[in-house]
């Protein structure tokens, strides 16, 4: 095995390597799109150093045919992400371009399946190259310049969206411009030659994956540092939001649409005295928020399907807190719609109000105490005003009494008379009484 025929079998795993990372990369989060598009350029630049490599040592025209279409397939296919890729990477708003751009050279790509785009294959030629290995080149009918010239000219604009990206990149990432205008100069270089090859007819071998894999590695570069600022973010992201999440007051968690619990701030974890790992991934009814009643369980499991139906559901709970207490806690559960407007997530939400429901239990107590204190004030005036005007009327029984006594010393109603004063007195010290009580519930 040659040099040439070692180095494009070598760029064959090489590339089909880097796109199966870049794609498990991809998968794991789904989030970075700049990782899916790479994966996608180096599998078919694998495609294309295979098919390279295979025309490097075809005997028949038949299997000449089938590589060099194989190759024009994969790099139409290629220049597509290619082009999408400068963009993101850059951020390069090159929309206007890359949609008819996708969308004429995908048609140009079905074109491919039923006509040979760089020609038809006459004959193989076996010769040896300079540094001495031994190659088959291609002999072509003349490939329909009217399409592939355009077809070219069209794929040099995709290096120009590398170069103008690259010089804003520059801007603000010196590094990433560079590793930019790198990779657009070395597609530019493979373009260059496949023109010659294709258009100018020169029997050369391909070399546009050795090009290619000089331009890739400083691509793989760049998207690398890429995936690593949108990682550093992302960690900044969820500082941020686990700073917001877990100092609040309030009582704040995750749930999917069927109840399990996939996140809860530390201000909830510390009432009731668990662990994230003690609680997270069960149903939200079975963990101790919520276990030592069997009424607010069953209770809750209704809430979450009205919230499952996009419905915010609230009312007053009790949770034990970690020392066993029960506090009374305002809860509310609200759902989270995705952009189709489904219901995705729940976030259940609680806040302790134990101090104001003792509060107003306190504030019940005292103005019972007041009406209470306002009944035994009326009483004590109406129980002052009768035994004023009771004692009056016993003021004037004991005066008639006692003059009687006084003028009938031995008269047989004697007796009676002295029952009637004995009757007035006792009921003038009931009446002193009454008075005493009518100006103690005064004074209360």
Do not use: C
Not at 230 to 244: D, G, K, Y
Request: glycine letters at 8%.
């Amino acid at each position: 095995m040659g040099v040439y025929l070692f180095a494009n079998s070598a760029l064959t795993g090489f590339f089909l390597f880097g796109a199966i990372y870049h794609f498990i990369l991809w998968s794991r989060a789904r989030r970075n799109r700049a990782l899916l598009l790479f994966a996608i350029v180096t599998a078919l630049a694998s495609i294309n150093s295979f098919a390279i490599a295979t025309l490097a040592t075809v005997q028949t025209t038949e299997a000449g045919q089938w590589a060099l279409d194989l190759r024009s397939s994969s790099a139409v296919a290629s220049v597509i992400f290619v082009g999408w890729l400068f963009a993101n990477l850059s951020g390069v708003r090159a929309g206007r371009f890359l949609w008819p751009f996708s969308i004429a050279f995908v048609a140009l790509l079905v074109y491919t399946f039923y006509f040979p785009l760089a020609g038809i294959v006459t004959s193989v030629d076996r010769i040896v190259t300079p540094w001495g290995e031994t190659m088959s080149v291609l002999q072509r009918e003349p490939p329909r310049r009217a399409l592939l010239g355009p077809v070219y000219l069209a794929v040099l604009g995709v290096p120009l969206i590398g170069i103008v990206g690259g010089l804003k990149l520059w801007s603000r990432d010196r590094v990433g411009g560079v590793l930019m205008l790198a990779t657009a100069v070395g597609y530019l270089s493979s373009a260059l030659i496949a023109v010659l090859i294709d258009v100018g007819r020169l029997s050369l071998p391909y070399v546009g994956p050795i090009v290619t894999a000089m331009s890739i590695l400083p691509m793989a570069w760049q998207v690398s540092r890429a995936n690593e600022h949108q990682a550093e973010q992302l960690v900044a992201t969820e500082r941020r939001f686990r700073a917001i999440f877990d100092q609040t007051f309030q009582f704040i968690g995750l749930l999917d649409v069927h109840g399990t619990l996939l996140e809860a701030n530390q201000t909830a974890l510390s009432f009731a005295g668990v662990r994230s790992e003690d609680v997270i991934g069960k149903p939200f009814w079975e963990t101790p928020w919520w276990t030592h009643s069997p009424e607010l369980q069953e209770r809750l499991r209704n809430a979450i399907q009205t919230a499952a139906r996009g419905e915010v559901v609230h009312f007053e709970a009790t949770h034990p807190g970690h020392k066993g207490k029960l506090h009374n806690v305002d809860f509310s559960l609200k759902p989270v719609h995705d952009a189709n407007g489904s219901v995705v997530l729940l976030i259940p939400e609680g806040r302790d109000i134990t101090n104001r429901v003792v509060a107003e239990e306190e504030k019940r107590r005292l103005e019972q105490q007041l009406v209470q204190s306002q009944k035994m004030e009326a009483l004590g005036q109406l129980a002052g005003g009768v035994a004023h005007d009771f004692n009056n009327l016993l003021t004037v029984i004991a005066g008639h009494t006692d003059m009687l006594l006084s003028e009938k010393s031995d008269h047989p109603a004697r007796y009676d008379l002295e029952q009637i004063r004995q009757a007035a007195d006792r009921a003038g010290s009931m009446t002193r009484q009454l008075l005493a009580f009518s100006r103690q519930s005064v004074l209360e």
